[in-house]
């Protein structure tokens, strides 16, 4: 039986179909919410779109909020892996920095404003989404003081002060509908300014 990069789901209920089908119910139901917003998300959508029957739904998901939860899930952790998790010595960490941060930008525009609008609304509610970011963002500057690139900074303040300027302007630039490459070059041009203040001498 072929492997399904299905995001886990607790669902209590062991007896529902994970195959090629879930997959396809998932893709269907990310098409519709990232072109028309996850309010438009039904599952006579999905039946209509895929051509199949309630009993073909059902017999993999409870509802459609499980199904969104799947899709939201996915976007997240397509953000989530932007985060590299070693940096190159011999180029620019500062630059490094900047595109990989960036990177998440560009993938909440390719997401769509109406669907990367129901992930910031959703994921900035969860607790477990903003310790794991705190934990990410505080690995990165302790590494950054380790090898001496910036300033001996209280890393809990800074990653929180980083957090809440990447996210903000992500989160409006979004929603104001900002055409991508403008977000992306008025963003590298303020973060960099961020990071400058963070340098120290030799870096």
């Known amino acids: 039986m072929p492997k399904h990069n299905i995001p886990t789901v607790d669902t209590g209920d062991d007896e529902l179909i994970k195959d090629e089908m879930s997959d396809k119910i ?9 072109t028309a917003g996850p309010e438009a998300l039904t599952v006579r959508k999905i039946l209509q779109s895929l051509a199949i029957t309630n009993r073909v739904f059902y017999n993999r998901f409870h509802n459609i909020s499980e199904v969104l939860d799947i899709v939201y899930q996915k976007t997240i952790q397509k953000i989530r892996d932007t985060i590299p998790t070693e940096f190159d010595p011999d180029k620019d960490f500062f630059e490094q920095v900047i595109d990989f941060v960036a990177n998440t930008l560009v993938i909440s525009y390719r997401a769509k404003n109406h669907f990367n609008y129901y992930v910031f609304e959703n994921d900035s509610v969860s607790d477990y989404n903003y310790r794991w970011w705190m934990q990410k963002i505080r690995e990165i500057i302790e590494y950054a003081k380790e ?57």
């Open 147 to 203: 090898k001496r690139y910036i300033q001996n900074v209280d890393s809990e303040v800074m990653s929180y002060s980083i957090w809440c300027f990447c996210r903000g302007y992500n989160a409006d630039a979004v929603g104001r509908g900002l055409p991508m490459h403008e977000a992306i070059k008025n963003f590298k041009y303020s973060f960099a300014f961020l990071l400058k203040g963070l340098r120290t001498q030799e870096a």
């Open 26 to 34: 998932i893709a269907a139901a990310e098409k519709i919410a990232t």
